[in-house]
């Protein structure tokens, strides 16, 4: 499961996040969504669980709870939503 985690302090780092996840299951994958100019982090990331169970339940868990000092939003990644074409210019 595709989880996204918001509102994260701007010291937060993947390892930070995956130790974070690890408590309640096997984390795939875990990163902080950085800035491409300036490297710094965007508040927000997403973690990747291949147990469907041990994903809810850290959702469930680490909802609202604080990582170094900010309260996280933790859901399940929605599927994107199609977005109209744009048109072309020239």
Known sequence: MNIYVGNLAYGVSDTDLRDAFSASGEVSSASVIKDKFSGESKGFGFVEMPNNS???AAINSLNEK???GRNM???EVKPREARPQRRESY
Do not use: D, G, K, S
């Open 54 to 56: 041990e994903a809810q």
């Open 66 to 68: 604080p990582l170094q």
């Open 73 to 75: 939003r933790v859901n």
